[in-house]
């Protein structure tokens, strides 16, 4: 049966989950809840936060927690899913279409949405 949880105010939870690559522990018991706010994540390089955010995406999948997105279970979903729930994500080594402007380059992340600016 699919979970479904929705805290008030809260549109992303994160619920302690746990990513390992064979002996290295990268995330261990992570649990962030999101609400309609502007949220960093910092830390030092190696810690994990890339990581986080591909399990956010889709592109990881913990071993173990879970993760909710507007109350809908999205811990195991791929990335194309997720991201037709609303999830966007720009990558850390960037990857432009040299030949297009700044702008449709940005749009390119748009078309899930349904969305094009005229
Ligand atoms: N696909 C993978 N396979 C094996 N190990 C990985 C993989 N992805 C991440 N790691 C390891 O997980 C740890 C956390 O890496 P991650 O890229 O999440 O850190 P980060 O906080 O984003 O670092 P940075 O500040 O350098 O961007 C590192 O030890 C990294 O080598
Ligand atoms: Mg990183």
Excluded: W
């Excluded at 261990?28 to 960093?40: A, H, K, N, Q, T």
């Amino acid at each position: 049966m699919k979970k479904i949880k929705v805290k008030e105010g809260i549109k992303l939870e994160i619920e302690d989950i746990h990513l390992s690559f064979g002996e290295v522990r990268v995330l261990d018991g992570i649990s962030v809840s999101v609400g309609d706010e502007l949220l960093s994540v910092i830390g030092t390089n190696g810690s994990g936060k890339s990581s986080l955010l591909n399990c956010v995406n889709g592109f990881y999948h913990p071993q173990e927690g879970e993760i909710y997105f507007e109350g809908r279970d999205i811990t195991r979903r791929p990335p194309y899913k997720i991201a037709e729930l609303g999830i966007g994500r720009t990558f850390q080594a960037i990857q432009l279409y040299r030949d297009m402007s700044v702008l449709g380059n940005l749009l390119v992340g748009r078309p899930r949405r349904g969305k094009y600016l005229d």
